[in-house]
Every structure is written in C-alpha cells, then in structure tokens.
C-alpha cells in the first residue's frame, strides 16, 4: 500500500492546529474601543479615525493619511489625487486583486496591463517601459502576496518618463524594501484593511502622501465632510459637495479597533515571520517548492505575509502537474490551492464590456482603437497560475504544528512519482478573481 494519504495511506497532519490560524487576533482592548464608539453613537463621526490616521501615517513617517471604508475607496482618491482622469493612462500588474485598477476607469482613464516579473510576481519594470505611451500618467505597484516589488528599478523608470507611482499595499503591511517601508516610494499609497488582510480592522482603507495637494484631492473626492480642511484654492472653490459624488468615510468601529491594532501589529507581524520562516527553512533544499521570501540579509522583508504563495518546478518533480501536487498535500491534511488572482486581463470586464455606454468596450473606450492585441502578450502573467500555490498562513509560532505541515509537503515530494501515473494534468482555470481566505 501507499504511503501517501491521497492513495490510500496515513494522513500526515494528525494535530490540532490550535489557534495557528486565527485570524484577526481580537484583544479586550479592541472589543472596549469598540464598545466605546458603539455606545457613544459616534460611529460616523471623524475624530477616531483622525487619530487612526496620524498614527498610521507616522508608523510610515508619512505627513498625511486619509482613512476610507475599503481599501477600494481609498485607490479610487489616490488615483483622482495624482489627477488620473480622461484620456490618461495607468500602467497596472493584471495578477492582482481587480480594486488595484478598475477605479480608474470610473475616472475616464485607461488600464494598460504589463507583464510580471516570475521571481517577485509584482510588476516587471522592464515591461513597463515598453508600455508607456504620450497619454501614460502613472505606474500603480502592487507589493503582491507580502513580497515587496523591485522599487529601485521601477522609480528608475517612473523618473525617467516623468510618471506617477502609486502602490497598492494592500497585501503587504509593514514589509520593507531594502530597509525602507513600502508604502513610502510612490506619490501616494493605498492599503486596504479589511479583516482578510495582514492589518486586519474591519472594512477599512487608508490613503498615504508626502503631498499636500493629493491629500486635499482625496478629500475633495470622497470626503465631503471633511471639506474645512481644504486648503488649496482651486479646490476650495468646490467645497461642500464630493467631486466624485463617492462617500468613503471611514466607519469609527473599525478606526477604533485600528488605534490598538496598530500598537499590537508589530509583534504579531514579527511572529508571523517567525512561523512562516521556519515553516519554509523546513522545506529547504527540496526539490519541486521554493519560498517566495527575498534574500536574507537584503533588508527587503515579507511584513505580515499576506496570502503566502510558493513557487512550483513542475520539471523537478517529473512534470507531475501542480493540480495533482496540491490535491495529494490537501489529502496528508494541509490545504494547499494552486494558482492565485486570475489574471484580470482574461475577464469580459476587460474586454468586450461596455459599462458606461460608450458604444464600444470600456477598456478602450477613453484611449486605444484597437482592442486587439490591447497591452500586448503577458507570457509571464499568463503561465503563472501553474507555478505558484497557495500555503498555509501561520499566524503563530508552532514549530512542532509548522515542522508536521511541512513533513506533510515533504512526504509528497519525496514519494511523487506515485502520482505520476493517475495525473490528469491541470483544468484550464486555476486560481480566482479575489483571492479566498480560510
Ligand atoms: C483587498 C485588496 C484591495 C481592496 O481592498 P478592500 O478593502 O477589499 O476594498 C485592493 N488591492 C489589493 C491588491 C487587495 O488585495
């Protein structure tokens, strides 16, 4: 008989896996604030969250943070802050989650995908330059799954042709690149907080910039109420009424449960990095798996290692199919998934559909003529879905927990090629839209 649990013998995992996973971790103190704005009936008010808001933005050694509803929201007032709007191009990674671009299509601009780079699997830089055009106003960065994308190369890039950077930060709180925070190279940054991510509040997003008048445009967008803080005189012109016609405060709960969160992150983010270390350090040297982590010693960092992924060598493994691979460590108890976010440019959104009634596809209804061959072939983009697999996200230190996932994954290579005989190769789609959490 087999060894392995998929044909047949013992599961891998026999162990409780505790609280390893729990996620966000929900202290007295979070519930009392809550409680707190609760009680008060304070809930739409803006106090808290400008309290959230200084101290989110100091933790980056930012000047200004915008606290938002979603993270969405608060890509929608980036991107109208650096000024996207008809005719004006932005440069976007099409794995992703969809929230890094569409909301700039609501602005009249045009979403131009370029391709990743296969190691980080965040926007390759040399891609983007051949997909700058006269109307290319801005690159948005996305720090994909926890590893921090290629910064030095990318603002070469932006300087370069005089462009705009906005990062996406959704997936990637308090990781560093070479010693320096993400969040802190673009214009303007946008992290979602909602209760799947590494910085876990509840719904909620935040905005960060150096610039004052971004600031005051993210406002101007979505921020009605918060119109007194209008400085700059063209703006101030419009005061009262949201540009946007978008209503994206912050709800005070989740501002509230942000203040103690941001006091306890840092530790929780320094245990997760412990777990998922030693978790890939026990898969050392195997062939088939390697960590997406940056080099040791780099000063780049995996923060709160969002959605950890890792990479799959199918050829190492005899060709057996990540499919197969993944459903046989699913089997010896650890959910491994293959695939990530879908590559976006594949869906009807960004092709045929028309939302706003132009006529013709709003992906190229405000820019480009031609839809095909629109942003050009993403071959990296388009093969990763089958060298990249989800892992299990540990929340907490275990190592006799972590060392049995891990001898789970083990026990899987080193006994493949069992599988090679009822492989039946990968379906055609692997991955989701938005990614899904335990
Ligand atoms: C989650 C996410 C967002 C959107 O954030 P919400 O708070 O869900 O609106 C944006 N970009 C990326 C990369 C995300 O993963």
Redesign the pocket.
Known sequence: MSKLALLGGRKAVTSDPKDIFRWPIVTKEMEDSVLEVLRAGNMSGTNITKQFERGFADWHGMNYGLGCN????A?HCAFFGIGIGKGDEVICPSV??W??CLPVFSLGGTVVFADIDPDTLCIDPADIEKRITKKTKAILV?H?CGRPADMDRIITVARKYNLKIVE?V??AHGAMYKGRMVGTFGDVS?F???S??SFAIG???IMLTNDREIYERGIAFGHYERHNELTVPELKKGAGLPWGGYKYRMHQMSSAVGLVQLKKYPSEMAEIDRAMNYFWDSLDGLPGVRSPRPAKGSGTTMGGWYSPLGHYKSDELNGLSITRFCEAVRAEGVNLAPGCNIALHKHPLLNVLDVYKDGRPTVISNSVEDIRGFGGPLPVTEGIQSRVFRVPWFKKYYPEIIKEYAGAIRKVIENHKELLSDDPGDPENIGSWG?SFH
Do not use: I, N, P, R
């Open positions: 979603t993270g969405t929201a890509l992703t989650y929230a890094s996305v994909y996406d959704s997936h946008a979602s907080c909602m799947g991510k719904e909620a997003g990614l």
